[in-house]
C-alpha cells in the first residue's frame, strides 16, 4: 500500500471516536447560520482536545487518553442511503487528484526505474469518508450516540423553556419506537445544555441570568454558556481570520449534507415541531423512493434489520441536485466570518469542558455499571445464567439448525441481552482507548456470540478484537490476523455484508502493512476485489480499483519490489476506475504501469495500455496524450490481427480529426504513417525518357528505374573525365565534379545539387505501410521552401508550403490516391517544376491519410498500380505531413572524426536551381541488338536540341571506340547515299571489270581523315554536326556505322554524349547524355595469316622486297537457325610499308564460299610500297590494296573500312601501350633488340570484307602473327639481320682433260634489312663436314680472301665477288660462307642463319 499521511496507531482511534448528537432551536441555528455553518460543523475543526484526558477504570487504576477526538452531529432521523454514500465517495474519489508538480518517487527495481506517486490521497479520502460514513447498526455500538447536546440561544423569548421542549424532543427520538433511527448507546443519554450568545447582539446581562438559571434547574456539570459571533460581518474585510472550517465542508460528509439543506431529513426544533416530526416520518417511504440520486446501481446492503425498502435496486433518473448546489454555495463564502480568535478559543474551550465535565465522567459510570453486571453474571453458574438469558430474551427467535442460522446472519439479541451489554463495555473501552480491557471484553463476547451461532454479531466481536490486540500497549500479544480473516469470510459469505467486509480490509491491510506484511496486505486487498458476483455496480467497481491500486503498491513496496506484479494490479485498478467512470484516476493507472511494459517487448499488452490510454486522454479532452498513444500503437511493429490494427488506426483517424479541427489554422501535424525510408530517397533531374516509338529508340540516358551500380557509375566517371580532359587541352580542370542527374544514398550528396530551371525534379520518396490494413494517401505532394535569387542581388524569402492556385516559382504534382497494402513497402514520385531560379529546400511530404472504406485488405487485382484512381472510398482521413530528414554519411577522416561520432551533411533534397541550360535527346535507328562478329552495320542516331538555348560541342565517347563510327571527315571518304551501291551496303564500291580479278587495286588514306590524330584520346570522337551548332528545337540524323565486336557474346557498349551551351554558364559548364548499347554478338570466321619471306621472289626493282601471305579462313558459325554460308569479296591489305599485289592460288569460281566448319587457304605475294607511295614516315598515309573476289570493288580507303581499321588499330597501340615492360636490361641492349626485332616485323594489316548472302557486310582485321617481343633476340630474327643471296649459273661447263681445275665466278649479294649500320664478316673457310652432305654434294674450295670485313648502311646492298674452285664433274652446294653480322655500335657478333634457305646447287660438266 502506498504511504499514508497518518499511521495506523492514528488512523484507528480517529476513526472509532465517541458520536455525539447536537438538537438546536432555531434561534439558535440562525446564530450559528451568520457564519455559513451548522452548530455541528462550528465546532468541527475544534473537536480534538489539546492535551491529555483522565480517567478510572473500573479497577480504579488511573487511564490516560491522548488525543482524544469527539465526533458531534445534527440529529438525522433517516439512515443515509446507499445511494448518497455511492455518490459521496465517488465525488471525493474524483475531487482528490494527483497535486501537479508532485515529487513523484523513484523506484529502481532491477532495469525498471519507475516513477511511482508516493501516496495516494485519494484512496486516503476515500477511506476516511466511508468510515465516517458508516450507518449506525445493531451488532455493534461504535458509533451510536453517548451524549446530545441541546442548544438554545440567548436571544429567545423563553430560553429555560426551549430547553424543556428540546429535551422532550430529544427523549421522544430515542424512546419511540417509531424512530429506529439514530441509535443510541444506552437508554439514560447525556444531556448537555448549551446556551448560545451572539455577543455582536445579544444582551450580556441577560445571557449570564439565562445561565445561572440553567445551572440551577441542571446542574453546574451539564451546562455551559458559549459566547459567539463577537463581531459583524460587514467587518470582515478589516483583519483576516483563518478559516479552519473549509478542509473539512469540501469533503461534504452525509451529516452536515443533509442537516442544512432543504431535504427532507433535517429535524428543526421550533414550536410546532411536534406535527413537523409527524408529517416527516408521513413522508417516510417517499422521501426513500425520491433520494436525490443518480447512480444506476444497486444499493450497498447496509444494515440487514433494516426495512428491504432501503436497498433500491431500479436506475433513478433524478438529477443529484443536492451536492452540486452545496458545492455551488460553498465556494466563495467565507466561513466563521463574525467569529474573532476569540472566539476560536471559546468554542475549543467549550469543547474540552464538555468532555471533561460531561462525556468522561458520563463514560467512566457507564463502564463501572457495564462491569459491575459482568462481574454478578461471571459469579452465575453457566446453567443458571443461559436460564437468565433466555428469561431475558423472551423475544429471541427459537433455535434452529445451522444452516438456517448462517442463511439469515445468525441471532438478534434484544437490547437488553447480557452478551450485548459485553460488547458495549468493550465498545465503550475502545472509544476511550483502554485497549487491554476492550480486547477481554471482546474476547468474551466473541466466544458467547460463536455458542450461540450469532454470526453477525461473532464476526464484529472477531474484528474488534484483532484490532484492540494490536493497539495494546507493548503489544503483550501479537496480531491475530486470522481473526480478521474469519470476519472478513463471514461478513462476505454468511452475512452478505460487504461494507463491513470491506471496513475490515481497510483496517487489517492497513496493520499488515504496518507490519511490512505486503504481500498478505495484498492477498487481503486483491481477496476483495473478486467479488463481482455478490457486490455489482458502480461501487464495486469503484472499490475495487481502489483496493487493487493499494495492492499493487503493495507489491512494489516490498523487499524486492514486485515490478510486473505491480503494474499488472495497476492496469486491473485502471480499468476497474474505468468502469466507474474514473477516467482520470484510470488514466494515471495505466501510464503507471505503462513505465513497465514499455520497450519490453510485451507488444500487445503495450497497444492494450496505449490504446486504453488514448481512449481515457481523448475523453478527458487530452486530445495530445491521446494523439501521442494512438500514434504509438500504429508505429510499433504491431503484432495485433488486421481487424484490430484496422480499428486501432480508425480511432486515431478520429481523434486526430477532432485535434486538427480544434486549431485548424496551425501548423500541419506529423504523422505517423506510412513509414518513410528517408535515406532511401532518391532525387532525378530531369524529363522522363521518352519510350521506343518504332524503329527509334531514345537514348537509355539515366532514370530512377535503373539500379545503382558502383562499377558502372564509375565506368561513366572516367568516361566523363577523358572528355573534360580533351576539352580542355588534357587537363581536369580543379573544380570538375561530375555531373549527376540521379541522386541517391551512394551519390556524393556533400555539394548542393545543381537543377535546370523548367526542368522538371522528380522525388522519389519510399513508403512502407507496417500494418496489416491498407493505407490510402489522397492529394500526396511535395513540401518545399523556395528562396529566389535574383541577379539584381535582393533577396526576397518566399515560403510556401501549400499549393495554393498557380504558382509563380515552383509548381507541384498533386498524386491524387496512393495506395499502400497492408505490409507492403512501395515509391512515390512526385514532381516539382521549378520556373524560377533560387534555392529549392525540399522538406517533406504532405498527404491525407485514411484507410479504405469496408475493407481490410485489397486483393491483388486493387493493389495494381495505376487501378486506383479514384477507386477507394476514404472512410476518414486526415491532413498532415512528414518531414524528410536525411543523415549524412559518417565522417571518418581526422582523428577527431574517427574517435567522435560525426555525420556530414547531405544536401540531396536543397538543389540550387540554374539558369536554361540546352538539353539534348539522342534516337538511334535502325540499331541492332544482335551481329555475328565483324559484322558491319548502318544505322542512324538522330540527335535533338529540346531546350530553347542552341547547343555545341558535341562529342561522344566510348570505352570501345572500334565498335562505331559516323565515317570520314570529309564527304568523299564517307558514301552518304548507299543505295547506289550494288548490294545497299555500307559501302563506297567501285564496279571493277574482270580482267582485274588477280592483281590489287591501291588507294591511300591517312588516319586524320577519320578524327583520330596521334596523342589524342581515340575514344573521343567528335560528332560531325553541320555548322558544330544544333539550334532550339532542331534535330539532325547522321548515319553511324557499327561493327560486331571480335569476341563473341553479350557486350554493353556505353556511349557518353558531351555538349555544351553556347552561351557559357557560371555553375554548369558541360551537360552529358548516357547511353548503353547491348549486343549480342555470334561467331563468324576464324582468320589466320602468316608471312614467309622469300631470297628467291624478286620484285620488279630487285630490292628483294618480297613475301607471300598465307591467309587460313574457317567459317566457325554455330547458328541454330541453319547452315550460315559466307562469301568471301575481297582481300584488302592496309600498311605503310607493304601492300598485297596478286593473288596466287586463284581458284576457278570467284566467290570463295565457305560453309559451316569449312576451312579455306588463300596465298597472296605482298610487296614493299614504292617511295613515292610512303612518301615520308611523318604523314602516316596507310597504303591500302584490294584484291577482289567479287565483281565490285569495294574502297577499302573510305568509310567505314577504314573507320574500323584505324579504331582497331588506335586500341591495339593503347593495349600495347598499357603494358609495362617487365624486364629491366641495360637500355643500349634493349635498343639492339628493338632494332633487330623491327627488321623481322612485317607491319603489314590484313583486311578481310565477306558476307553473308543475301547483305550483310562483315569486315575481319588480321595482323600477321609476328614473333613474341623477348628480352634475347631469337635466332630467327637475328638471321633476318642480314639477308643473303647468291649469284651464279646453274650449270657450268669445263674441259677437265684441258685443264684440271675449274673456277666458277659466284656473286654474294648482302642486303641489310635494318635500319641500322651493320659490320659483317663473311667466312669462307667453313666445309661441309657431315658424311650424308658428302654423300651428296662434292666438296669444293673458296679461292681467294677466305674472310670479308664489310660495314652496311641502312638498307643497303652489296655485292661481293667470289671464286669457287672444282676438281671434277658433281654437283655441288655452294651455301658454303657463314655471315656474321652485329650492329655497328654492339659488341656482340650474331651469326645469320641460312639453313632454312635452299640449297645453292651448282651443276659441274665436263665438256
Known amino acids: 500500500?502506498?504511504?499514508?499521511?497518518?499511521?495506523?496507531?492514528?488512523?484507528?482511534?480517529?476513526?472509532?471516536?465517541?458520536?455525539?448528537?447536537?438538537?438546536?432551536?432555531?434561534?439558535?441555528?440562525?446564530?450559528?447560520?451568520?457564519?455559513?455553518?451548522?452548530?455541528?460543523?462550528?465546532?468541527?475543526?475544534?473537536?480534538?482536545?489539546?492535551?491529555?484526558?483522565?480517567?478510572?477504570?473500573?479497577?480504579?487504576?488511573?487511564?490516560?487518553?491522548?488525543?482524544?477526538?469527539?465526533?458531534?452531529?445534527?440529529?438525522?432521523?433517516?439512515?443515509?442511503?446507499?445511494?448518497?454514500?455511492?455518490?459521496?465517495?465517488?465525488?471525493?474519489?474524483?475531487?482528490?487528484?494527483?497535486?501537479?508538480?508532485?515529487?513523484?518517487?523513484?523506484?529502481?527495481?532491477?532495469?525498471?526505474?519507475?516513477?511511482?506517486?508516493?501516496?495516494?490521497?485519494?484512496?486516503?479520502?476515500?477511506?476516511?469518508?466511508?468510515?465516517?460514513?458508516?450507518?449506525?447498526?445493531?451488532?455493534?455500538?461504535?458509533?451510536?450516540?453517548?451524549?446530545?447536546?441541546?442548544?438554545?440561544?440567548?436571544?429567545?423569548?423563553?430560553?429555560?423553556?426551549?430547553?424543556?421542549?428540546?429535551?422532550?424532543?430529544?427523549?421522544?427520538?430515542?424512546?419511540?419506537?417509531?424512530?429506529?433511527?439514530?441509535?443510541?448507546?444506552?437508554?439514560?443519554?447525556?444531556?448537555?445544555?448549551?446556551?448560545?450568545?451572539?455577543?455582536?447582539?445579544?444582551?450580556?446581562?441577560?445571557?449570564?441570568?439565562?445561565?445561572?438559571?440553567?445551572?440551577?434547574?441542571?446542574?453546574?456539570?451539564?451546562?455551559?454558556?458559549?459566547?459567539?459571533?463577537?463581531?459583524?460581518?460587514?467587518?470582515?474585510?478589516?483583519?483576516?481570520?483563518?478559516?479552519?472550517?473549509?478542509?473539512?465542508?469540501?469533503?461534504?460528509?452525509?451529516q452536515n449534507q443533509e442537516s442544512y439543506e432543504d431535504g427532507p431529513y433535517a429535524i428543526t426544533a421550533n414550536k410546532n415541531s411536534d406535527s413537523n416530526l409527524f408529517s416527516l416520518d408521513g413522508l417516510d417511504n417517499e422521501v426513500k423512493d425520491g433520494l436525490p440520486n443518480n447512480f444506476r446501481t444497486h444499493s450497498l446492503q447496509l444494515d440487514q434489520s433494516s426495512d428491504p425498502s432501503n436497498s433500491f435496486d431500479g436506475p433513478d433518473?433524478?438529477?443529484?441536485?443536492?451536492?452540486?448546489?452545496?458545492?455551488?454555495?460553498?465556494?466563495?463564502?467565507?466561513?466563521?466570518?463574525?467569529?474573532?480568535?476569540?472566539?476560536?478559543?471559546?468554542?475549543?474551550?467549550?469543547?474540552?469542558?464538555?468532555?471533561?465535565?460531561?462525556?468522561?465522567?458520563?463514560?467512566?459510570?457507564?463502564?463501572?455499571?457495564?462491569?459491575?453486571?459482568?462481574?454478578?453474571?461471571?459469579?452465575?453458574?453457566?446453567?443458571?445464567?443461559?436460564?437468565?438469558?433466555?428469561?431475558?430474551?423472551?423475544?429471541?427467535?427459537?433455535?434452529?439448525?445451522?444452516?438456517?442460522?448462517?442463511?439469515?446472519?445468525?441471532?438478534?439479541?434484544?437490547?437488553?441481552?447480557?452478551?450485548?451489554?459485553?460488547?458495549?463495555?468493550?465498545?465503550?473501552?475502545?472509544?476511550?482507548?483502554?485497549?487491554?480491557?476492550?480486547?477481554?471484553?471482546?474476547?468474551t463476547a466473541k466466544k458467547d456470540f460463536l455458542n450461540d451461532q450469532a454470526m453477525l454479531y461473532a464476526a464484529g466481536a472477531l474484528e474488534m478484537a484483532a484490532v484492540s490486540a494490536f493497539l495494546q500497549p507493548g503489544a503483550p500479544r501479537p496480531y491475530p490476523a486470522h481473526y480478521m480473516d474469519t470476519a472478513i469470510q463471514t461478513y462476505r459469505d454468511i452475512c452478505k455484508n460487504m461494507v463491513l467486509a470491506e471496513r475490515c480490509v481497510l483496517l487489517s491491510a492497513e496493520i499488515l502493512k504496518s507490519q511490512s506484511k505486503y504481500s498478505e496486505a495484498a492477498a487481503l486487498l486483491i481477496r476483495l476485489t473478486s467479488e463481482q458476483n455478490t457486490w455489482k455496480g458502480m461501487d464495486s467497481d469503484l472499490r475495487s480499483a481502489l483496493l487493487l491500486e493499494q495492492a499493487a503498491h503493495c507489491f512494489i513496496n516490498m523487499k524486492s519490489p514486485m515490478v510486473r506484479k505491480y503494474a499488472f494490479h495497476m492496469i486491473l485498478a485502471g480499468h476497474r476506475f474505468s468502469k466507474a467512470g474514473q477516467k482520470k484516476h484510470a488514466l494515471r493507472c495505466y501510464c503507471q504501469a505503462m513505465q513497465v511494459y514499455k520497450g519490453k517487448g510485451w507488444s500487445l499488452a503495450e497497444d492494450h495500455i496505449n490504446f486504453t490510454i488514448g481512449r481515457q486522454s481523448y475523453t478527458l479532452r487530452q486530445l495530445d496524450n491521446a494523439v501521442s498513444a494512438f500514434r504509438h500503437i500504429l508505429i510499433n511493429e504491431s503484432k495485433q490481427s488486421a481487424p484490430q490494427q484496422g480499428a486501432f488506426l480508425r480511432e486515431y483517424l478520429y481523434v486526430y480529426k477532432n485535434v486538427s479541427q480544434l486549431s485548424p489554422d496551425g501548423p500541419l501535424p506529423q504523422l505517423p504513417l506510412p513509414y518513410i525510408n528517408s535515406s532511401a530517397t532518391r532525387l532525378f533531374f530531369g524529363h522522363d525518357r521518352r519510350p521506343a516509338d518504332g524503329e527509334k529508340q531514345a537514348a537509355t540516358h539515366i532514370s530512377l528505374d535503373q539500379e545503382y551500380d558502383s562499377e558502372s557509375s564509375q565506368q561513366w566517371r572516367e568516361l566523363e573525365e577523358q572528355v573534360v580532359a580533351v576539352v580542355n587541352k588534357g587537363v581536369i580542370p580543379s573544380n570538375f565534379h561530375p555531373i549527376q542527374y540521379c541522386l541517391n544514398s551512394y551519390s556524393d550528396n556533400s555539394r548542393f545539387p545543381l537543377a535546370v530551371v523548367e526542368e522538371p525534379i522528380t522525388v522519389e520518396v519510399a513508403f512502407r505501410n507496417p500494418l496489416k490494413v491498407p493505407l490510402l494517401l489522397t492529394d500526396l505532394s511535395l513540401l518545399w521552401k523556395f528562396q529566389p535569387k535574383d541577379f539584381s542581388g535582393m533577396d526576397n524569402e518566399e515560403v510556401k508550403e501549400l499549393v495554393t492556385g498557380e504558382p509563380k516559382m515552383i509548381g507541384t504534382e498533386v498524386v491524387s490516391e496512393f495506395l499502400i497494402n497492408s505490409e507492403e513497402s512501395k515509391v512515390a514520385r512526385l514532381k516539382l517544376f521549378p520556373h524560377h531560379i533560387g534555392e529549392l529546400h525540399i522538406l517533406g511530404v504532405v498527404y491525407n491519410l485514411g484507410t479504405i472504406q469496408g475493407?481490410?485488405?485489397?486483393?491483388?487485382?486493387?493493389?495494381?498500380?495505376?487501378?486506383?484512381?479514384g477507386k477507394y472510398s476514404s472512410s476518414m482521413s486526415v491532413r498532415g505531413r512528414q518531414d524528410l530528414e536525411i543523415q549524412g554519411p559518417r565522417l571518418n577522416n581526422t582523428k577527431e572524426e574517427k574517435t567522435s561520432i560525426k555525420y556530414g551533411p547531405d544536401r540531396r533534397l536543397d538543389p540550387i536551381i540554374t539558369e536554361e541550360m540546352p538539353l539534348l535527346e539522342v534516337f538511334f535507328i535502325h540499331f541492332p541488338t544482335g551481329l555475328l562478329c565483324g559484322e558491319i552495320r548502318?544505322?542512324?542516331?538522330?540527335?535533338?536540341?529540346?531546350?530553347?538555348?542552341?547547343?555545341?560541342?558535341?562529342?561522344?565517347?566510348?570505352?570501345?571506340?572500334?565498335?562505331?563510327?559516323?565515317?570520314?571527315?570529309?564527304?568523299?571518304?564517307?558514301?552518304?547515299s548507299p543505295s547506289a551501291s550494288e548490294n545497299c551496303s555500307a559501302?563506297?564500291?567501285?564496279?571493277?571489270?574482270?580482267?582485274?580479278?588477280?592483281?590489287?587495286?591501291?588507294?591511300?588514306?591517312?588516319?586524320?581523315?577519320?578524327?583520330?590524330?596521334?596523342?589524342?584520346?581515340?575514344?573521343?570522337?567528335?560528332?560531325?554536326?553541320?555548322?558544330?551548332?544544333?539550334?532550339?528545337?532542331?534535330?539532325?540524323?547522321?548515319?553511324?556505322?557499327?561493327?560486331?565486336?571480335?569476341?563473341?557474346?553479350?557486350?554493353?557498349?556505353?556511349?557518353?554524349?558531351?555538349?555544351?551551351?553556347?552561351?557559357?554558364?557560371?555553375?554548369?559548364?558541360?551537360?552529358?547524355?548516357?547511353?548503353?548499347?547491348?549486343?549480342?554478338?555470334?561467331?563468324?570466321?576464324?582468320?589466320?595469316?602468316?608471312?614467309?619471306?622469300?631470297?628467291?621472289?624478286?620484285?620488279?626493282?630487285?630490292?628483294?622486297?618480297?613475301?607471300?601471305?598465307?591467309?587460313?579462313?574457317?567459317n566457325i558459325n554455330t547458328s541454330e537457325a541453319g547452315v550460315k554460308e559466307f562469301h568471301i569479296v575481297q582481300v584488302s591489305s592496309s600498311s605503310k610499308h607493304w601492300k598485297l599485289q596478286k593473288s596466287v592460288n586463284l581458284s576457278?569460281?570467284?566467290?570463295?564460299?565457305?560453309?559451316?566448319?569449312?576451312?579455306?587457304?588463300?596465298?597472296?605475294?605482298?610487296?614493299?610500297?614504292?617511295?613515292?607511295?610512303?612518301?615520308?614516315?611523318?604523314?602516316?598515309?596507310?597504303?591500302?590494296?584490294?584484291?577482289?573476289?567479287?565483281?565490285?570493288?569495294?574502297?577499302?580507303?573510305?568509310?567505314?573500312?577504314?573507320?574500323?581499321?584505324?579504331?582497331?588499330?588506335?586500341?591495339?597501340?593503347?593495349?600495347?601501350?598499357?603494358?609495362?615492360?617487365?624486364?629491366?636490361?641495360?637500355?643500349?641492349?634493349?635498343?639492339?633488340?628493338?632494332?633487330?626485332?623491327?627488321?623481322?616485323?612485317?607491319?603489314?594489316?590484313?583486311?578481310?570484307?565477306?558476307?553473308?548472302?543475301?547483305?550483310?557486310?562483315?569486315?575481319?582485321?588480321?595482323?600477321?602473327?609476328?614473333?613474341?617481343?623477348?628480352?634475347?633476340?631469337?635466332?630467327?630474327?637475328?638471321?633476318?639481320?642480314?639477308?643473303?643471296?647468291?649469284?651464279?649459273?646453274?650449270?657450268?661447263?669445263?674441259?677437265?682433260?684441258?685443264?684440271?681445275?675449274?673456277?666458277?665466278?659466284?656473286?654474294?649479294?648482302?642486303?641489310?634489312?635494318?635500319?641500322?649500320?651493320?659490320?659483317?664478316?663473311?667466312?669462307?673457310?667453313?666445309?661441309?663436314?657431315?658424311?650424308?652432305?658428302?654423300?651428296?654434294?662434292?666438296?669444293?674450295?673458296?679461292?681467294?680472301?677466305?674472310?670479308?670485313?664489310?660495314?652496311?648502311?641502312?638498307?643497303?646492298?652489296?655485292?661481293?665477288q667470289l671464286k669457287a674452285c672444282f676438281v671434277h664433274t658433281g654437283v655441288y652446294n655452294l651455301g658454303t660462307p657463314r655471315v656474321f653480322a652485329k650492329l655497328s655500335d654492339q659488341v656482340t657478333v650474331f651469326e645469320t642463319n641460312q639453313q632454312n634457305s635452299m640449297p645453292a646447287l651448282i651443276i659441274i660438266n665436263n665438256v
Open 938 to 976: 548502318k544505322a542512324y542516331v538522330e540527335f535533338v536540341n529540346v531546350s530553347k538555348c542552341p547547343l555545341t560541342g558535341l562529342k561522344v565517347v566510348s570505352k570501345r571506340p572500334e565498335f562505331f563510327t559516323f565515317g570520314g571527315n570529309t564527304a568523299v571518304l564517307t558514301p552518304l
Open 317 to 443: 433518473h433524478v438529477k443529484s441536485s443536492s451536492s452540486h448546489e452545496t458545492k455551488k454555495t460553498n465556494t466563495g463564502i467565507i466561513h466563521g466570518a463574525c467569529l474573532t480568535l476569540t472566539d476560536h478559543d471559546r468554542i475549543r474551550q467549550f469543547i474540552q469542558e464538555f468532555t471533561f465535565r460531561g462525556l468522561l465522567p458520563h463514560i467512566e459510570k457507564t463502564i463501572r455499571q457495564l462491569n459491575d453486571q459482568l462481574i454478578s453474571r461471571k459469579g452465575l453458574s453457566r446453567s443458571l445464567f443461559s436460564a437468565t438469558k433466555k428469561w431475558f430474551s423472551g423475544s429471541k427467535v427459537p433455535e434452529k439448525s445451522i444452516n438456517e442460522l448462517k442463511n439469515t446472519s445468525g441471532l438478534l439479541y434484544p437490547p437488553e441481552a447480557p452478551e450485548l451489554q459485553i460488547r458495549k463495555m468493550a465498545d465503550l473501552c475502545f472509544l476511550v482507548q483502554h485497549y487491554d480491557l476492550a480486547y477481554s471484553c471482546y474476547h
Open 1 to 254: 500500500m502506498a504511504q499514508c499521511v497518518q499511521s495506523v496507531q492514528e488512523l484507528i482511534p480517529d476513526s472509532f471516536v465517541p458520536c455525539v448528537a447536537a438538537l438546536c432551536s432555531d434561534e439558535a441555528e440562525r446564530l450559528t447560520r451568520r457564519n455559513h455553518l451548522s452548530f455541528a460543523e462550528l465546532l468541527k475543526p475544534f473537536s480534538r482536545l489539546t492535551s491529555e484526558v483522565h480517567m478510572r477504570d473500573p479497577n480504579n487504576q488511573l487511564h490516560i487518553i491522548k488525543n482524544l477526538k469527539i465526533a458531534v452531529s445534527n440529529i438525522i432521523t433517516q439512515p443515509p442511503q446507499p445511494g448518497a454514500i455511492r455518490k459521496l465517495l465517488n465525488d471525493v474519489v474524483s475531487a482528490s487528484q494527483p497535486a501537479e508538480g508532485l515529487v513523484a518517487n523513484v523506484i529502481t527495481a532491477g532495469d525498471y526505474d519507475l516513477n511511482i506517486s508516493a501516496t495516494t490521497p485519494w484512496f486516503e479520502s476515500y477511506r476516511e469518508t466511508f468510515l465516517q460514513s458508516m450507518p449506525a447498526s445493531d451488532h455493534e455500538f461504535l458509533n451510536h450516540y453517548l451524549a446530545c447536546m441541546l442548544v438554545a440561544s440567548s436571544s429567545e423569548a423563553e430560553p429555560v423553556e426551549q430547553f424543556s421542549k428540546l429535551s422532550q424532543e430529544q427523549h421522544r427520538i430515542q424512546h419511540n419506537s417509531d424512530y429506529s433511527y439514530p441509535k443510541w448507546f444506552i437508554p439514560n443519554t447525556l444531556k448537555y445544555y448549551v446556551l448560545l450568545h451572539d455577543v455582536s447582539a445579544g444582551d450580556e446581562q441577560r445571557a449570564d441570568s439565562v445561565y445561572e438559571e440553567m445551572k440551577q434547574k441542571y446542574g453546574t456539570q451539564c451546562c455551559y454558556l458559549l459566547k459567539i459571533n463577537s463581531r459583524t460581518s460587514n467587518r470582515a474585510s478589516d483583519e483576516q481570520i483563518p478559516d479552519p472550517w473549509s478542509q473539512y465542508l469540501q469533503k461534504n460528509s452525509i
Open 855 to 869: 475493407s481490410v485488405t485489397v486483393d491483388g487485382i486493387g493493389a495494381l498500380p495505376g487501378c486506383h484512381t
Open 1148 to 1360: 576457278e569460281n570467284k566467290d570463295a564460299k565457305l560453309a559451316s566448319r569449312e576451312k579455306g587457304k588463300f596465298c597472296f605475294k605482298a610487296v614493299r610500297c614504292k617511295e613515292k607511295e610512303a612518301v615520308t614516315q611523318s604523314s602516316e598515309k596507310y597504303t591500302f590494296a584490294d584484291i577482289i573476289f567479287g565483281n565490285e570493288q569495294i574502297v577499302s580507303s573510305a568509310s567505314p573500312c577504314a573507320d574500323f581499321f584505324h579504331r582497331s588499330l588506335s586500341s591495339e597501340l593503347k593495349k600495347s601501350r598499357a603494358q609495362p615492360s617487365v624486364h629491366k636490361v641495360k637500355q643500349s641492349l634493349e635498343d639492339a633488340v628493338r632494332v633487330i626485332q623491327k627488321c623481322s616485323e612485317v607491319d603489314l594489316n590484313i583486311v578481310i570484307l565477306w558476307k553473308e548472302p543475301p547483305e550483310m557486310e562483315l569486315l575481319k582485321f588480321v595482323r600477321p602473327e609476328n614473333t613474341t617481343v623477348s628480352s634475347r633476340p631469337s635466332v630467327e630474327q637475328l638471321s633476318s639481320l642480314i639477308k643473303t643471296s647468291l649469284h651464279y649459273p646453274e650449270s657450268f661447263n669445263h674441259p677437265f682433260h684441258q685443264k684440271s681445275l675449274c673456277f666458277v665466278p659466284v656473286t654474294l649479294l648482302l642486303s641489310n634489312c635494318s635500319k641500322a649500320d651493320v659490320d659483317v664478316i663473311v667466312d669462307l673457310r667453313h666445309k661441309t663436314t657431315s658424311p650424308e652432305a658428302l654423300e651428296i654434294h662434292g666438296s669444293f674450295t673458296w679461292l681467294g680472301q677466305t674472310q670479308y670485313k664489310l660495314q652496311l648502311k641502312s638498307q643497303e646492298i652489296h655485292s661481293l
Open 987 to 1114: 559501302y563506297k564500291t567501285v564496279v571493277t571489270e574482270s580482267t582485274s580479278m588477280c592483281t590489287a587495286l591501291i588507294s591511300s588514306a591517312s588516319s586524320l581523315d577519320f578524327g583520330i590524330g596521334i596523342g589524342s584520346q581515340p575514344e573521343v570522337i567528335p560528332v560531325p554536326l553541320p555548322d558544330t551548332v544544333l539550334l532550339p528545337g532542331a534535330s539532325v540524323q547522321l548515319p553511324m556505322w557499327l561493327r560486331g565486336p571480335d569476341e563473341e557474346g553479350v557486350h554493353e557498349i556505353n556511349f557518353l554524349f558531351y555538349y555544351e551551351s553556347v552561351k557559357k554558364q557560371p555553375k554548369i559548364r558541360h551537360r552529358i547524355l548516357r547511353h548503353t548499347a547491348v549486343i549480342c554478338t555470334s561467331r563468324s570466321l576464324n582468320v589466320r595469316a602468316t608471312v614467309c619471306r622469300s631470297n628467291s621472289l624478286e620484285d620488279e626493282e630487285g630490292r628483294g622486297g618480297n613475301m607471300l601471305v598465307f591467309v587460313d579462313v574457317e
